[in-house]
């Protein structure tokens, strides 16, 4: 199982044994991650699972489609490495990955 590294806006890091083939959210939420909220479990309808991509990994998570582009787009912390990690399949080429996540959850 690849290893991911969420670390909160404080700085607390969380490291994880990610199931590949589940979304970053859902790994998050299954190992209790504070700061992943999910709203809309998963559906990329509210933008409350917003993370960022280390730079080194941004490849490895995939293209943004439109209606994640469209979440993100409502987010007035969005950044360049700006994800919804619920739109992030975990795969075994993540081992290592590190994302941030933000502030708060809108």
Known sequence: MPKITLIEFNGQDHTIDAEP???????????????????????CACGTCHCFVDEPWRESTGDVDAMEEAMLGMRPDRADNSRLSCQIQVSEA???MVVHL???QM
Request: aromatic letters at 4%; one cysteine or more.
């Open 21 to 43: 083939g589940k979304s970053l959210m859902q790994n998050a939420i299954d190992n209790m991650v504070p700061g992943i909220d999910a709203d809309c479990g998963g559906a």
């Open 94 to 96: 993540m081992d290592g």
């Open 102 to 104: 933000p502030e708060f």
